[in-house]
């Protein structure tokens, strides 16, 4: 508790030292004369972002990369060894396969849901669509240790001839069946997608409200041109609808992407990585607060962070692209 107060105070310290010193320049150079002030203004204002930029992001970007090269209690340098001991794990191998589903399903489901909602939902009178809109969205509230503690009690799942309280299960046993362990079943990463259907309950409402606006600024000139041509309705949502809110499409894709790419909470929380259903970062909780191994920890995170650079580099190429083409 005292280190986390210390930590806590020495971060306010921090960004309070920089808004002193970013006060003092500005003040200096405002009395330098406006020649020097019309040269170095610019560098005052970015100054400080690049000071705070540096020190809690970049120093421990560093720090943690060379930090993966050293052995659990970082007293020694052991170079690749984190690393060849990661990826020769079968374990870690199939936590990387854990992640890949979850990028392949978790984006693609959240957006055609979302899609899909914003379409019929733009079709209902405002009064229905509000209300149609809220119910979708408010998952989005939710923390995501909350939404598993609430989905918890939907999976739970108790011995036959026990008194179910999973919301799954006292249907099945209502039915007349024997209970199912939901989070237990591995065949065909079935408890996988169970966790999946989390994050995708959680995400569908994000994809939605954006999509909906996305929608709704689509020219109605557009549309009715479509439809004197004789274009069917699908065919003016896939040709006239879809090009022109192909940009937000990608927006949402990609920031639920690299959202899923983190994915911590939500399996922490429901097995703890149990029945393969572990995933990267949960393995570097692991290694860290559990085991006490700072260098494979660290090389987790590294391998992790390599993953998500291509997308970040795509989402500001692309972004830039927009901007150019503005």
């Given amino acids: 508790m005292l280190k986390a107060l210390n930590g806590l105070l020495a971060v306010i310290g921090g960004v309070g030292g920089v808004l002193v010193l970013f006060w003092a320049l500005n003040a200096l150079v405002e009395r330098l004369g406006p020649k020097?002030?019309?040269?170095?203004?610019?560098?005052?204002?970015?100054?400080?972002?690049?000071?705070?930029?540096?020190?809690?992001?970049?120093?421990?970007?560093?720090?943690t990369v060379i930090?993966?090269?050293a052995d659990a209690r970082s007293e020694s340098?052991?170079?690749?060894?984190?690393?060849?001991?990661?990826?020769?794990?079968?374990?870690?191998?199939?936590?990387?396969?854990?992640?890949?589903?979850?990028?392949?399903?978790?984006p693609s489901i959240s957006l055609a849901v979302g899609l899909a909602v914003a379409v019929l939902a733009d079709k209902l009178r405002a009064r229905a669509e509000n209300i149609t809109k809220s119910?979708?969205?408010?998952?989005?509230a939710i923390s995501f240790v909350g939404a598993s503690t609430i989905w918890k009690f939907v999976y739970e799942s108790r011995a036959a001839g026990r008194a179910q309280i999973g919301l799954l299960n006292g249907v099945v046993t209502g039915l007349g069946f024997?209970?199912?362990?939901?989070?237990?079943?591995?065949?065909?990463?079935?408890?996988?997608?169970?966790?999946?259907?989390?994050?995708?309950?959680?995400?569908?409402?994000?994809?939605?409200?954006?999509?909906?606006?996305?929608?709704?600024n689509v020219p109605d000139e557009t549309l009715e041109a479509a439809r004197i041509?004789?274009?069917?309705?699908l065919q003016i949502f896939f040709r006239v609808v879809v090009p022109q809110i192909w940009a937000t499409v990608l927006v949402v894709f990609t920031t639920i992407l690299i959202l899923v790419m983190k994915i911590f909470d939500?399996?922490?929380?429901?097995?703890?990585?149990?029945?393969?259903?572990?995933?990267?970062?949960?393995?570097?909780?692991?290694?860290?607060?559990?085991?006490?191994?700072?260098?494979?920890a660290a090389a987790v995170v590294v391998v992790l962070m390599v993953a998500v650079i291509p997308l970040m580099v795509y989402q500001v190429r692309r972004l830039r692209?927009?901007?150019a083409g503005r």
């Fill in 36 to 63: 020097w002030e019309a040269r170095l203004k610019p560098y005052v204002f970015v100054g400080p972002a690049v000071l705070v930029v540096s020190l809690f992001l970049v120093y421990p970007t560093v720090r």
């Fill in 67 to 69: 930090l993966s090269f």
């Fill in 178 to 216: 024997d209970p199912v362990g939901w989070l237990r079943t591995r065949a065909f990463n079935f408890n996988d997608s169970l966790l999946m259907v989390i994050m995708i309950w959680l995400q569908a409402g994000f994809a939605m409200v954006l999509l909906s606006a996305a929608i709704k």
């Fill in 135 to 140: 119910v979708i969205f408010l998952p989005m």
């Fill in 321 to 323: 692209s927009e901007e």
């Fill in 266 to 296: 939500i399996v922490y929380v429901m097995t703890n990585g149990a029945f393969d259903t572990e995933v990267v970062a949960n393995v570097f909780y692991k290694q860290l607060f559990e085991f006490g191994n700072n260098g494979a």
């Fill in 77 to 106: 340098f052991i170079g690749t060894r984190n690393y060849s001991d990661l990826l020769g794990e079968a374990d870690f191998r199939q936590t990387l396969v854990n992640n890949l589903l979850w990028l392949l399903v978790v």
């Fill in 229 to 233: 041509d004789g274009a069917t309705e």
